[in-house]
T-cell receptor
Framework: EAGVAQSPRYKIIEKRQSVAFWCNPI?????LYWYQQILGQGPKLLIQ????????DSQLPKDRFSAERLKGVDSTLKIQPAKLEDSAVYLC?????????????FGPGTRLTVL | AQSVAQPEDQVNVAEGNPLTVKCTYS??????LFWYVQYPNRGLQFLLK??????LVKGSYGFEAEFNKSQTSFHLKKPSALVSDSALYFC?????????????FGDGTTLTVKP
């Protein structure tokens, strides 16, 4: 079974530029998560999708971050414009149904450096 | 609000010795608890979870964790450490007063196993 795929793996941009990350979850997984992991900290949930609907985006900085999952499969996370404090690893995860007992499977992440 | 504490930033053990990585949690209602491992430049990899039932949970690579409700702890253990166990370990919790799939992670513990 293929795992969660993410691209690119690394991205370096200057502040105020835009950037987009892509995620392809495990086939058949209804729930998709985007996490931000700042160096030295645990992952923090940015947004959770159930199929193509948003379940939780309470910690997404909506003035600069946006995400979509148009067909209930792939997802894109965008930052526009980027700030220095957005430097982090962005992790995508998926789970079968989004229930409390579900295991979340993580992709390799995209390491973003904002200069 | 739910929270997780991993009181040790770093744990050092000698190969062949038992290891313990500590985790305490705070959550409303019964907790759902998870351990993940992260190797350099990789995403989080699921190790084990506690949902209900037996307080001792066995997981991948010989790891196990003990759920202690009175101490609100879920410590990760292994009877005999390997050098290849050296990695970053995260504890996570889900509760009943948030979106079902929302995990709150600790800040991680770096485990170093020396030959």
């Amino acid at each position: 079974e293929a795992g969660v795929a993410q691209s690119p793996r690394y991205k370096i941009i200057e502040k105020r530029q835009s950037v987009a990350f892509w995620c392809n979850p495990i086939s058949g997984h209804a729930t998709l998560y985007w996490y931000q992991q700042i160096l030295g900290q645990g992952p923090k949930l940015l947004i959770q999708f159930q199929n193509n609907g948003v379940v939780d985006d309470s910690q997404l900085p909506k003035d600069r971050f946006s995400a979509e999952r148009l067909k209930g499969v792939d997802s894109t996370l965008k930052i526009q414009p980027a700030k220095l404090e957005d430097s982090a690893v962005y992790l995508c995860a998926s789970s079968l149904s989004g229930s409390r007992v579900d295991t979340q499977y993580f992709g390799p992440g995209t390491r973003l450096t904002v200069l | 609000a739910q929270s997780v504490a991993q009181p040790e930033d770093q744990v050092n053990v000698a190969e062949g010795n038992p290891l313990t990585v500590k985790c305490t949690y705070s959550v409303s209602g019964n907790p759902y608890l998870f351990w993940y491992v992260q190797y350099p430049n990789r995403g989080l990899q699921f190790l084990l979870k506690y949902i209900t039932g037996d307080n001792l949970v066995k997981g991948s690579y010989g790891f196990e964790a003990e759920f202690n409700k009175s101490q609100t702890s879920f410590h990760l253990k292994k009877p005999s450490a390997l050098v290849s166990d050296s990695a970053l370990y995260f504890c996570a919790v889900r509760g009943h007063n948030t979106n079902a799939g929302k995990s709150t992670f600790g800040d991680g513990t770096t485990l170093t196993v020396k030959p």
